[in-house]
T-cell receptor, first 118, second 114 residues
Framework: DAGITQSPRHKVTETGTPVTLRCHQT?????MYWYRQDPGHGLRLIHY???????DKGEVSDGYSVSRSKTEDFLLTLESATSSQTSVYFC?????????????????FGEGSRLTVL | KQEVTQIPAALSVPEGENLVLNCSFT??????LQWFRQDPGKGLTSLLL?????REQTSGRLNASLDKSSGRSTLYIAASQPGDSATYLC?????????????FGGGTRLMVKP
Protein backbone atom coordinates (compact mmCIF):
# COMPACT_ATOMS: atom_id res chain seq x y z
CA ASP A 1 0.00 0.00 0.00
CA ALA A 2 1.10 3.53 -0.75
CA GLY A 3 2.35 5.33 2.34
CA ILE A 4 -0.34 7.96 2.76
CA THR A 5 -1.53 9.06 6.18
CA GLN A 6 -4.43 11.42 6.74
CA SER A 7 -5.13 13.15 10.03
CA PRO A 8 -7.41 13.50 11.77
CA ARG A 9 -9.44 10.53 10.58
CA HIS A 10 -12.58 11.81 12.24
CA LYS A 11 -13.51 15.30 13.33
CA VAL A 12 -16.66 16.99 14.55
CA THR A 13 -16.64 20.76 14.64
CA GLU A 14 -19.01 23.69 14.76
CA THR A 15 -19.98 26.09 12.00
CA GLY A 16 -17.58 28.99 11.71
CA THR A 17 -14.53 27.28 13.17
CA PRO A 18 -11.33 26.75 11.19
CA VAL A 19 -10.32 23.19 10.37
CA THR A 20 -7.08 21.81 8.93
CA LEU A 21 -6.71 18.36 7.50
CA ARG A 22 -3.27 16.93 6.93
CA CYS A 23 -2.02 14.50 4.32
CA HIS A 24 1.42 12.99 4.78
CA GLN A 25 3.10 10.74 2.20
CA THR A 26 6.27 8.70 2.35
CA UNK A 27 6.39 7.93 -1.40
CA UNK A 28 8.06 11.15 -2.54
CA UNK A 29 5.38 11.59 -5.21
CA UNK A 30 5.28 15.02 -6.76
CA UNK A 31 1.53 15.37 -7.28
CA MET A 32 -0.92 15.52 -4.39
CA TYR A 33 -4.67 16.00 -4.45
CA TRP A 34 -7.57 16.68 -2.11
CA TYR A 35 -10.96 15.24 -3.02
CA ARG A 36 -14.28 15.20 -1.25
CA GLN A 37 -16.77 12.37 -1.59
CA ASP A 38 -20.48 12.92 -1.10
CA PRO A 39 -23.51 10.74 -1.83
CA GLY A 40 -24.95 11.64 -5.20
CA HIS A 41 -21.88 13.66 -6.21
CA GLY A 42 -19.14 11.08 -6.20
CA LEU A 43 -15.54 12.23 -5.92
CA ARG A 44 -14.81 15.86 -6.67
CA LEU A 45 -11.42 17.56 -6.81
CA ILE A 46 -10.93 20.44 -4.36
CA HIS A 47 -7.29 21.45 -4.86
CA TYR A 48 -4.15 19.85 -6.12
CA UNK A 49 -0.41 20.39 -5.95
CA UNK A 50 2.17 19.73 -8.64
CA UNK A 51 5.18 20.50 -6.46
CA UNK A 52 6.33 22.26 -3.31
CA UNK A 53 4.53 25.60 -3.08
CA UNK A 54 2.79 24.90 -6.41
CA UNK A 55 -0.95 24.47 -6.02
CA ASP A 56 -4.07 25.10 -8.04
CA LYS A 57 -7.84 24.93 -7.74
CA GLY A 58 -10.06 22.03 -8.61
CA GLU A 59 -13.74 22.08 -9.41
CA VAL A 60 -15.04 22.70 -5.85
CA SER A 61 -12.40 24.95 -4.30
CA ASP A 62 -14.61 27.68 -2.80
CA GLY A 63 -14.22 27.81 0.98
CA TYR A 64 -10.98 25.80 0.95
CA SER A 65 -7.30 26.66 0.85
CA VAL A 66 -4.22 24.46 0.69
CA SER A 67 -0.54 24.66 1.40
CA ARG A 68 2.42 22.51 0.55
CA SER A 69 5.68 23.56 2.17
CA LYS A 70 7.30 20.12 1.91
CA THR A 71 7.06 17.33 -0.62
CA GLU A 72 5.54 14.98 1.93
CA ASP A 73 2.82 17.21 3.41
CA PHE A 74 -0.30 18.70 1.86
CA LEU A 75 -2.66 20.62 4.12
CA LEU A 76 -6.30 21.41 3.44
CA THR A 77 -7.81 24.28 5.43
CA LEU A 78 -11.41 25.25 5.85
CA GLU A 79 -11.13 28.85 7.02
CA SER A 80 -14.66 28.94 8.42
CA ALA A 81 -16.40 25.59 8.27
CA THR A 82 -19.99 25.36 7.05
CA SER A 83 -22.46 22.48 7.20
CA SER A 84 -22.15 22.03 3.44
CA GLN A 85 -18.53 21.02 4.02
CA THR A 86 -19.59 17.96 5.99
CA SER A 87 -18.04 15.23 3.89
CA VAL A 88 -15.39 12.58 3.63
CA TYR A 89 -12.11 14.06 2.43
CA PHE A 90 -9.54 12.00 0.59
CA CYS A 91 -5.95 12.77 -0.16
CA UNK A 92 -4.37 11.18 -3.22
CA UNK A 93 -0.89 11.11 -4.71
CA UNK A 94 0.66 10.28 -8.04
CA UNK A 95 3.82 10.71 -10.01
CA UNK A 96 3.66 12.91 -13.09
CA UNK A 97 2.60 10.52 -15.82
CA UNK A 98 5.00 10.02 -18.65
CA UNK A 99 8.03 11.65 -17.03
CA UNK A 100 9.81 8.35 -16.76
CA UNK A 101 9.23 4.91 -18.19
CA UNK A 102 7.60 3.58 -15.07
CA UNK A 103 5.49 6.64 -14.36
CA UNK A 104 1.99 5.69 -15.31
CA UNK A 105 0.35 8.45 -13.32
CA UNK A 106 -1.39 5.85 -11.17
CA UNK A 107 -3.37 7.49 -8.39
CA UNK A 108 -3.15 6.25 -4.80
CA PHE A 109 -5.55 7.27 -2.06
CA GLY A 110 -5.39 7.73 1.68
CA GLU A 111 -7.97 6.26 4.06
CA GLY A 112 -10.03 9.43 4.28
CA SER A 113 -10.96 12.00 6.91
CA ARG A 114 -14.60 12.17 7.94
CA LEU A 115 -15.57 15.73 8.84
CA THR A 116 -18.88 16.68 10.41
CA VAL A 117 -19.76 20.36 10.73
CA LEU A 118 -22.64 21.02 13.14
CA LYS B 1 -16.22 18.21 -20.49
CA GLN B 2 -15.53 14.55 -19.82
CA GLU B 3 -18.39 12.58 -18.29
CA VAL B 4 -18.00 9.08 -16.89
CA THR B 5 -20.94 6.75 -16.30
CA GLN B 6 -21.04 3.40 -14.59
CA ILE B 7 -23.94 1.06 -15.10
CA PRO B 8 -25.41 -0.64 -13.21
CA ALA B 9 -25.27 1.39 -10.01
CA ALA B 10 -25.73 -1.78 -7.98
CA LEU B 11 -25.35 -5.46 -8.70
CA SER B 12 -26.05 -8.57 -6.65
CA VAL B 13 -24.77 -11.96 -7.76
CA PRO B 14 -24.31 -15.42 -6.23
CA GLU B 15 -20.83 -16.55 -5.37
CA GLY B 16 -18.91 -18.14 -8.22
CA GLU B 17 -20.41 -16.10 -11.03
CA ASN B 18 -18.28 -14.33 -13.58
CA LEU B 19 -19.37 -10.73 -13.92
CA VAL B 20 -18.73 -7.58 -15.91
CA LEU B 21 -18.81 -4.02 -14.67
CA ASN B 22 -19.15 -1.25 -17.23
CA CYS B 23 -17.63 2.21 -17.49
CA SER B 24 -18.38 4.60 -20.34
CA PHE B 25 -16.86 7.99 -21.07
CA THR B 26 -17.86 10.74 -23.47
CA UNK B 27 -14.49 12.03 -24.70
CA UNK B 28 -12.28 9.37 -26.25
CA UNK B 29 -9.14 11.53 -26.02
CA UNK B 30 -7.98 10.02 -22.75
CA UNK B 31 -4.53 9.46 -21.28
CA UNK B 32 -5.39 6.49 -19.10
CA LEU B 33 -8.23 4.82 -17.21
CA GLN B 34 -8.00 3.43 -13.70
CA TRP B 35 -10.25 1.03 -11.81
CA PHE B 36 -10.59 1.28 -8.05
CA ARG B 37 -12.25 -0.68 -5.29
CA GLN B 38 -13.73 1.02 -2.23
CA ASP B 39 -14.85 -0.83 0.86
CA PRO B 40 -17.35 0.90 3.20
CA GLY B 41 -15.68 3.58 5.29
CA LYS B 42 -12.36 3.09 3.53
CA GLY B 43 -10.27 4.77 0.90
CA LEU B 44 -9.97 3.78 -2.74
CA THR B 45 -7.66 0.93 -3.63
CA SER B 46 -6.17 0.92 -7.11
CA LEU B 47 -6.95 -2.29 -8.99
CA LEU B 48 -5.83 -1.77 -12.56
CA LEU B 49 -4.62 1.05 -14.75
CA UNK B 50 -4.85 0.94 -18.54
CA UNK B 51 -2.86 3.37 -20.65
CA UNK B 52 -4.56 4.80 -23.73
CA UNK B 53 -2.30 2.70 -25.96
CA UNK B 54 -3.28 -0.55 -24.22
CA ARG B 55 -6.31 -2.75 -24.78
CA GLU B 56 -6.38 -4.62 -21.49
CA GLN B 57 -4.72 -5.29 -18.17
CA THR B 58 -4.98 -8.32 -15.92
CA SER B 59 -4.40 -8.90 -12.24
CA GLY B 60 -5.39 -12.25 -10.78
CA ARG B 61 -9.12 -12.75 -11.30
CA LEU B 62 -9.55 -9.24 -12.64
CA ASN B 63 -9.32 -8.19 -16.25
CA ALA B 64 -9.93 -4.67 -17.46
CA SER B 65 -10.37 -3.79 -21.12
CA LEU B 66 -10.38 -0.47 -22.89
CA ASP B 67 -12.03 0.52 -26.18
CA LYS B 68 -11.27 4.19 -26.66
CA SER B 69 -13.13 4.53 -29.93
CA SER B 70 -16.40 3.47 -28.36
CA GLY B 71 -15.69 5.20 -25.05
CA ARG B 72 -15.94 2.08 -22.97
CA SER B 73 -14.06 0.06 -20.40
CA THR B 74 -15.12 -3.13 -18.71
CA LEU B 75 -13.90 -4.78 -15.53
CA TYR B 76 -14.30 -8.54 -15.64
CA ILE B 77 -14.27 -10.42 -12.33
CA ALA B 78 -13.91 -14.18 -12.63
CA ALA B 79 -15.34 -16.63 -10.11
CA SER B 80 -16.67 -13.94 -7.80
CA GLN B 81 -16.29 -14.33 -4.03
CA PRO B 82 -18.06 -12.67 -1.08
CA GLY B 83 -14.83 -10.80 -0.40
CA ASP B 84 -15.27 -9.04 -3.75
CA SER B 85 -18.26 -7.17 -2.32
CA ALA B 86 -17.41 -3.49 -2.53
CA THR B 87 -18.00 -0.42 -4.67
CA TYR B 88 -16.00 -0.32 -7.88
CA LEU B 89 -15.14 3.02 -9.47
CA CYS B 90 -13.51 3.90 -12.73
CA UNK B 91 -11.66 7.14 -13.35
CA UNK B 92 -10.49 8.66 -16.60
CA UNK B 93 -7.45 10.89 -16.88
CA UNK B 94 -7.81 13.28 -19.77
CA UNK B 95 -4.16 14.17 -20.23
CA UNK B 96 -0.88 14.02 -18.40
CA UNK B 97 -1.02 17.34 -16.62
CA UNK B 98 -1.42 17.42 -12.86
CA UNK B 99 -4.74 19.01 -12.59
CA UNK B 100 -6.13 17.49 -15.58
CA UNK B 101 -8.88 16.19 -13.96
CA UNK B 102 -9.37 12.66 -13.27
CA UNK B 103 -13.08 12.28 -13.85
CA PHE B 104 -14.73 9.63 -11.72
CA GLY B 105 -17.77 7.54 -12.44
CA GLY B 106 -20.44 7.16 -9.79
CA GLY B 107 -19.43 3.58 -9.04
CA THR B 108 -21.06 0.16 -9.09
CA ARG B 109 -21.92 -1.31 -5.70
CA LEU B 110 -21.32 -5.06 -5.92
CA MET B 111 -22.73 -7.63 -3.52
CA VAL B 112 -21.58 -11.24 -3.88
CA LYS B 113 -23.84 -13.56 -1.91
CA PRO B 114 -22.44 -16.78 -0.38
Amino acid sequence: DAGITQSPRHKVTETGTPVTLRCHQTENHRYMYWYRQDPGHGLRLIHYSYGVKDTDKGEVSDGYSVSRSKTEDFLLTLESATSSQTSVYFCAISEPPGTAFANTGELFFGEGSRLTVL
Amino acid sequence: KQEVTQIPAALSVPEGENLVLNCSFTDSAIYNLQWFRQDPGKGLTSLLLIQSSQREQTSGRLNASLDKSSGRSTLYIAASQPGDSATYLCAVRSDNNAGNMLTFGGGTRLMVKP
